[in-house]
Structures are given as C-alpha cells and as structure tokens.
C-alpha cells in the first residue's frame, strides 16, 4: 500500500456513510487535514502520485453514493469530492510550508506585512495586522463551510 493509498485509507472510513452528505464530507475534510498535518511528507505525493487503487476507488464509490442519494448529480458530485480534496490537500501543505515563516516572521508573513508602508497599501497592513495569530485550523473551517453552503446551491428543492 503506498502512502497516498495509507492516508486516504484513513480518512475515508465507510462509517462516514452513515452521515447526511455535507456531515459527511466536513468529516472527511477534517480527518484528511489532520493525517496529512500528522503526515506532513505525504503532502507533495497528492498532487503527483494518483492513488487510482481498488481500495481508493471504493472510497470515492461510497461518497458518490451519498451524494448521488441526497440529490446531486453524478458529474456534480465527482466534481465537490475533486473540490474538496484540492482544497484541503492545499491548505495543509500551505499551513505546513508557512508554518517556520509566521514563527520567524520571515517576509510574506502577517508580522512582515504589518510593518509594511500604510499609505502606501493600507487595506494589505490593515488585514496583516488583524491577522495575526489567527489559528489556520479556523480558516480551514471557514473554507469547508464555504464549500459545504456551494455545494448545496446544487441541490434541486425537494417536491412538498
């Protein structure tokens, strides 16, 4: 078993299914997060080694069945798993690959920003300054909820 195939093992567990479709994927997006935060070396293999494997592939089977049963369309629902798992491949790898920056302070993190010129881009200071110390676990939040309320937009009213 490679390790994108280990990783995936892990978080895609059929115990999901019994969830509604967006507890479901919100699952999956945090326990994906957490293995490949735990997993760090893992992280470039997502975007370069395809796990097309049978155990893999009866994962992406489970999820689109829950997805296709709530509603969407087949095509629609390969396409929010696909979303869904870019996402959240690259907010972990952007939180592992800045995490020494905002400790250092290196430039491009929120402290570097905050000390830029503010006449001269204001909002970009501004909203370093706010940002500092904000947890990436929160952000991470916010982007699956946003992608969670996008993809209900997909949902056909129920007939009632």
């Known amino acids: 078993m490679g390790p994108v ?3 995936l093992g892990h978080t895609a567990a059929p115990a999901l299914d019994a969830f509604p ?11 994906l997060r957490a293995t490949l935060l735990g997993h760090p070396g893992v992280l470039p ?7 097309v494997t049978p155990q893999t592939l009866r994962a992406v089977e489970r ?5 296709t049963e709530a ?3 087949l095509g629609r629902a ?3 798993i696909n979303a869904l798992n870019i996402f959240v491949v690259g907010h972990a790898m952007a939180e592992v690959g800045t995490a020494g920056l905002d400790r250092r302070g290196d430039p491009g993190s929120a402290a570097a920003l905050a000390q830029l010129d503010f006449s001269d881009l204001p909002l970009v200071v501004a909203a370093a300054r706010q ?6 676990e929160a952000r991470f939040h916010f982007g699956v909820d946003a992608l969670l309320r996008g993809f209900a937009q997909g949902l056909a009213p129920a007939a009632g």
Not at 45 to 51: D, Q
Not at 131 to 136: E, F, N
């Open 78 to 80: 390969l396409d929010m």
């Open 45 to 51: 293999l997502f975007f370069t080694r395809p796990a």
């Open 63 to 67: 999820g689109l069945r829950v997805l």
């Open 71 to 73: 509603g969407f369309a």
């Open 21 to 31: 479709w967006d507890e479901m994927l919100r699952r999956f997006a945090q326990a």
């Open 131 to 136: 940002v500092q110390g904000v947890d990436d």
């Open 5 to 7: 195939e280990w990783v």
